[in-house]
């Protein structure tokens, strides 16, 4: 395969194919699913001709809107080993741009002192790391509280940005859209995505922000492209 301008494109023997996903992780799941289909009785001609329009898993690397200069997608990683799937994603998919990854620590392991140091190295292709949790969520599933120092070690990252407070994060996730060409994004914003739709499912728990964005000279157009999950 091939990746150009942002589209990953496989090589077949009746020429590329463009994929609306990408990512080393959903290649492989390709492969193993055009095997299957091999199995099955389905050609790789009509395997290829399908996988074209497949826009992916719900919630996984999902696109929800871009134009000249930016772009933004969803994903729903949380796990370590998914979080560094994505971002290395992300990274391969778009090399010449500047990554801004943030996530939400919110499920019962994320949320676990025991279990923090499994995030190492996790989000190390990120240029700017943002990791956000809330005090109320740990109590909530009673849990011990974690603080923002033991956080940020875990990460094993000396440049990453732990934030504890929702209006802090507000305020932070505000700057991005604001330099990327995005209308500020919050759960209670209206604002709409880069075509025009408007956000679904804006609650902070199930997001992860991204931004990538190429740093030109002020005095020439900006490119940029972010990614929520």
Request: glycine share 4%.
């Amino acid at each position: 395969h091939r990746i150009a301008d942002g589209i990953t494109y496989l090589t077949t023997p009746a020429g590329e194919v463009p994929l609306k996903v990408f990512g080393k992780h959903n290649l492989m799941n390709l492969e193993a699913a055009r095997r299957v289909c091999n199995l099955l009785g389905v050609s790789n001609a009509d395997f290829y001709e399908s996988i074209s329009t497949f826009n992916g898993a719900a919630r996984r690397l999902e696109p929800l809107g871009r134009n000249s200069r930016a772009a933004v997608f969803k994903d729903f990683a949380h796990s370590p080993s998914k979080l560094k799937a994505t971002t290395e994603a992300v990274r391969k998919q778009f090399p010449d741009f500047r990554l801004i990854a943030c996530m939400e620590l919110h499920t019962f392991s994320s949320l676990n002192a025991a279990f923090l140091d499994e995030y190492a190295h996790s989000m190390d292709m990120a240029d700017e790391a943002i990791v956000y949790f809330n005090a109320h969520t740990i109590e909530h599933k009673k849990l011990p509280p974690i603080s923002v120092d033991q956080v940020r070690k875990s990460f094993s990252r000396d440049n990453i940005t732990v934030i504890d407070t929702t209006d802090e994060l507000k305020n932070y996730l505000d700057l991005i859209p604001k330099n990327y060409g995005f209308r500020a994004w919050t759960p209670n914003s209206s604002a709409r995505t880069a075509s025009g739709a408007k956000p679904t499912n804006t609650r902070l728990h199930q997001k992860l922000y991204c931004g990538l964005g190429r740093q030109f000279p002020a005095s020439s157009t900006r490119r940029e492209l972010i990614t929520i999950e």
